[in-house]
């Protein structure tokens, strides 16, 4: 992730985000190529534990279709976390977003980001209303 500054290594060691006294869940260090040195996830940026989260999904992604007997998941819905990336992470992020795309996967965001609309041509807005919420296509 990140043009390959940062590479998620599985443990079995507890992280210092790691609530559960059960031992149970996915443990995870970073290893950061700039330094060199392995880190905790709860060390990361907003933007980089966003680049995390994503790379993840689009991991389990691949296993889940794997598992799945080689079915290609093809739709990706990202929701939220842009507003935690500065505007070099943006686009980076949304480059990533774009290759997906042309790749074949239909990719879904979920965003109040207003920077996003000038990215994104084809958009749905949703409206809440106290009887309801309408849907609109907007570009």
Same mark, same amino acid.
């Given at each position: 992730?990140?043009?390959? $500054?940062?590479? =998620? $290594?599985?443990?079995?060691?507890? *992280? ?14 970073? =290893? ?7 880190? &905790?996830?709860?060390? #990361? ?5 966003? *680049?995390?989260? #994503?790379?993840? *999904? =689009? ?8 598992? *799945? ?6 739709? +990706?819905?990202?929701? %939220? ?6 505007? %070099?992470?943006?686009? %980076? ?5 774009? &290759? +997906?795309? &042309? ?11 207003? &920077? #996003? ?23």
């Amino acid at each position: 992730m990140w043009s390959g $500054r940062y590479e =998620l $290594r599985h443990t079995v060691d507890k *992280a210092a985000g790691d609530r559960s006294r059960s031992g149970g869940g996915l443990g995870l260090r970073v =290893l950061d190529a700039w330094t060199g040195q392995e880190r &905790d996830p709860a060390t #990361l940026s907003g933007g980089e534990t966003f *680049a995390g989260s #994503l790379a993840l *999904a =689009l991991g389990l992604g691949d296993v889940a279709g794997a598992e *799945a007997g080689g079915a290609d998941i093809h739709t +990706l819905f990202v929701d %939220e976390g842009f507003g935690s990336l500065d505007e %070099e992470a943006l686009e %980076e992020v949304l480059g990533l977003l774009d &290759d +997906l795309r &042309d790749g074949g996967r239909a990719v879904g965001v979920v965003s109040h980001v207003a &920077d #996003l609309r000038s990215r994104i041509t084809t958009r749905l807005k949703v409206t809440k209303t106290p009887t309801g919420s309408t849907v609109t296509q907007v570009g």
